[in-house]
């Protein structure tokens, strides 16, 4: 199966820092901005330890015989 080029981390990363970031820094976000980029963030740190917990179980699963 191929890998999608741009992963979904990545995508929201990059909505986080370049685009809800730089909105609160100029003051032109509004509440329901800043309610969706604390939802952007809740869930890029969800994807990042759904990483970090199919590498653990890969970690511990032996080897097929």
């Given at each position: 199966?191929?890998?999608p ?6 995508l ?7 685009v809800?970031?730089?909105r609160?820094r100029l003051?032109a976000?509004?509440?329901r ?5 604390r939802?952007?963030?809740a ?10 917990a199919?590498a653990?179980l890969l970690g ?6």
């Amino acid at each position: 199966m191929p890998q999608p080029s741009v992963k979904p981390h990545r995508l929201l990363a990059f909505y986080n820092r370049f685009v809800a970031q730089s909105r609160l820094r100029l003051g032109a976000a509004s509440e329901r901005q800043g309610i969706g980029l604390r939802t952007s963030v809740a869930c890029e740190v969800a994807l990042g330890l759904c990483v970090l917990a199919a590498a653990a179980l890969l970690g511990v699963t032996p080897p097929p015989q």
